[in-house]
């Protein structure tokens, strides 16, 4: 995205988290931008906290400070990871595992 990362919500909350925990489920947490943006949003509507979960992080790749991550699976390298609903165009989505994807060429 040639540095410009863009967000779009589609969907809006269903649910009013004024005084609630709230817990933001991430599958990857990377640049942190996403979660940063989130974050902000979030804490407008006057929640009693928010934090978040990650199954992969890779903190080095940060661009934000101070991002609520509060809970991680695994930190991993900057490679490229497919299964366990990770894909790439689509492939590979439906391995029951985490896989490294080795795209050198053999």
């Not at 991002?67 to 590979?92: A, K, S």
């Given at each position: 995205?040639?540095?410009?990362?863009?967000?779009?919500v589609?969907?809006?909350?269903?649910?009013?988290?004024?005084?609630?925990?709230?817990?933001?489920?991430?599958?990857v947490?990377?640049?942190?931008?996403?979660?940063?943006?989130?974050?902000?949003?979030f804490?407008?509507?006057?929640?009693a906290?928010?934090?978040?979960?990650?199954?992969?992080?890779?903190?080095?790749?940060?661009?934000?400070?101070?991002?609520?991550?509060?809970?991680?699976?695994?930190?991993?390298?900057?490679?490229?990871f497919?299964?366990?609903?990770?894909?790439?165009?689509?492939?590979?989505?439906?391995?029951?595992?985490?896989?490294?994807?080795?795209?050198?060429?053999?």
């Amino acid at each position: 995205m040639g540095g410009h990362e863009q967000i779009r919500v589609l969907k809006d909350l269903d649910l009013d988290i004024q005084g609630r925990h709230v817990l933001v489920v991430e599958d990857v947490v990377d640049t942190g931008l996403t979660l940063n943006y989130l974050t902000r949003t979030f804490e407008l509507r006057e929640p009693a906290s928010v934090a978040a979960v990650t199954l992969l992080d890779r903190p080095y790749r940060r661009l934000v400070d101070d991002l609520p991550v509060r809970y991680v699976g695994f930190v991993v390298p900057d490679e490229l990871f497919v299964g366990y609903g990770f894909d790439l165009d689509e492939r590979y989505r439906e391995l029951p595992d985490l896989r490294l994807l080795d795209l050198r060429p053999h």
